[in-house]
């Protein structure tokens, strides 16, 4: 079956960076967009960015603009995350996600999703 693996969370300062990656396997990866997610303890889980198929369009929620950066390698099959500037308030589980409609925030609109990679950020 499908499955995306998130790798790259650990413990950082804030102010500090981080890059995450999610593998696709068993997935026609270049026919999905992919979203990036996350969910802190008490919070529900919320959009952080997305990236179309062929990775020439990106967006990003407000809360990370100028901060976060997602790309995207067909060949490898992978979805990237690059965060710098990190602040203590991204701390969370990051979720990569695949779906076939590109543009949307809402969870529900994905099919396919990692097992997620703790992302911690230290005052």
């Known amino acids: 079956q499908v499955q995306l693996v998130e790798t790259g969370g650990g413990l950082v300062q804030a102010g500090g960076s981080l890059r995450l990656s999610c593998a696709a396997y068993?997935?026609?990866?270049?026919?999905?967009?992919m979203g990036w997610f996350r969910q802190a303890p008490g919070k529900e889980r919320e959009f952080v960015a997305a990236?179309?198929?062929?990775?020439?369009?990106?967006y990003y929620a407000d809360s990370v603009k100028g901060r976060f950066t997602i790309s995207r390698d067909n060949a490898k099959n992978t979805v990237y995350l690059q965060m710098n500037s990190l602040k203590p308030e991204d701390t969370a589980v990051y979720y990569c996600a695949a779906g076939l409609t590109y543009g949307t925030k809402r969870p529900v609109a994905y099919d396919y999703w990692g097992q997620g990679t703790q992302v911690t950020v230290s005052s």
């Open positions: 990236i179309s198929r062929s990775g020439d369009s990106t």
């Open positions: 068993r997935l026609t990866f270049s026919t999905y967009a």
